[in-house]
């Protein structure tokens, strides 16, 4: 099943590593210094760090959903 995640996509799948996800802004890791920016979490990964727990629930859940998911930031 294909899932957009804010925007970001189409995933079929959860990403193996962070630098091979739509999600990472400067995925290119020559350029990057084997680093990826998380634009869904606000975090810099290094370029082959498995996706966290987080991350991995996420994809799960939205691949069983399907269509376009939107994420939304918890206000305390």
Do not use: H
């Not at 962070?18 to 210094?33: T, V, Y």
């Not at 810099?44 to 996706?51: A, E, G, T």
């Not at 966290?52 to 994809?59: D, I, Q």
């Amino acid at each position: 099943m294909k899932v957009t995640i804010n925007g970001k996509g189409p995933f079929y799948e959860t990403p193996p590593y962070c630098g091979a996800c739509k999600c990472g802004i400067n995925s290119d890791m020559r350029k990057s210094g084997g680093k990826t920016y998380c634009s869904l979490f606000d975090k810099l990964k290094n370029y082959y760090d498995s996706p966290p727990k987080r991350c991995a629930e996420m994809f799960e859940k939205a691949l069983a959903i399907g269509g376009d998911v939107v994420l939304v930031k918890k206000e305390q």
